[in-house]
């Protein structure tokens, strides 16, 4: 399905971003000199089975919508490496922030992981070289079939319209071949990019049935609106991400 960004000229106005908003005075009272963790914040999963609807728990109240639209107010990666290639309850061994470094989690390898060859790949106490390790014979493609034995994922911070903060969600391996050029096609930063996020049924190589995320482009904000979402999500949000993942408990995405 076709992620092109059709050209818009759409300008939404996100009235709590207005200069010294009272949105920031809430979010600075409310958080109370404690830093923001992704804990803290509402995560949207992928439905399963080619599912098409998105399901929004938020304190018990659930919002089904075929379409989820909001401001993108911060973009993260992440990298993980498990244990075996049909996780369930195992925690993974390594996870990375940046897949750049990746940082070691659990020392439980189970029975598929060499030992010897995550050695190679390591670069300090308990940190790897995602990078090197994500495109190796081991743990790259051919490593388990035609996918990678690592996994590596997108998460947005999407800042719908009348909320105080972002909800998370996750794109999943499946959804990147949409994601990643639909990102690198906005004609602003992603600050000032309202996008909407649909679902499509797919099936993965293995033929079971996947809900793939397709983004498109709503609109944007001003450049002043923009600009505030900078300074009072996305500057917070991005040091919240970079945090280095110690002891990190992280779920399995779907396909």
Not at 17 to 43: C, F, H, Y
Not at 107 to 127: F, M, N
Not at 144 to 151: D, E, H, L, N, Q
Request: charged share 25%; aromatic share 6%; net charge negative.
């Amino acid at each position: 399905m076709s992620t092109a960004i059709a050209t818009t000229e759409r300008t939404i106005d996100y009235p709590a971003l207005a200069p010294n908003s009272r949105q920031a005075r809430i979010i600075a009272a409310n958080l109370d000199g404690e830093p923001m963790t992704e804990m803290d914040l509402v995560k949207v999963a992928t439905p399963l089975g080619g599912s098409t609807t998105w399901n929004i728990d938020i304190d018990g109240n659930v919002e089904s919508t075929d379409e989820i639209v909001g401001l993108l107010v911060a973009v993260a990666s992440r990298g993980v490496l498990w244990p075996s290639a049909n996780p369930t309850e195992q925690r993974p061994i390594l996870v990375s922030h940046d897949l750049i470094t990746g940082y070691r989690v659990s020392d439980d390898l189970g029975s598929e992981i060499d030992p010897e060859a995550l050695e190679k790949y390591r670069i300090g106490d308990r940190r790897y070289d995602w990078a090197a390790l994500s495109t190796g014979p081991e743990f790259g493609f051919g490593s388990s079939g035609a996918s990678k034995r690592v996994k590596e994922s997108r998460i947005l911070a999407i800042l719908r319209q009348g909320e105080t903060w972002p909800i998370l969600v996750t794109v999943g391996p499946g959804s990147l071949r949409n994601w990643v050029p639909f990102k690198k096609r906005l004609p602003c930063f992603c600050w000032e990019a309202v996008v909407g996020l649909r679902l499509t049924k797919a099936k993965g190589a293995s033929g079971n049935p996947y809900s793939q995320i397709v983004p498109r482009l709503v609109g944007m904000v001003t450049e002043e609106q923009g600009e505030v979402a900078r300074k009072t999500y996305t500057e917070n949000l991005d040091v919240m991400f970079a945090r280095p993942p110690v002891g990190a408990t992280v779920t399995v995405d779907a396909e």
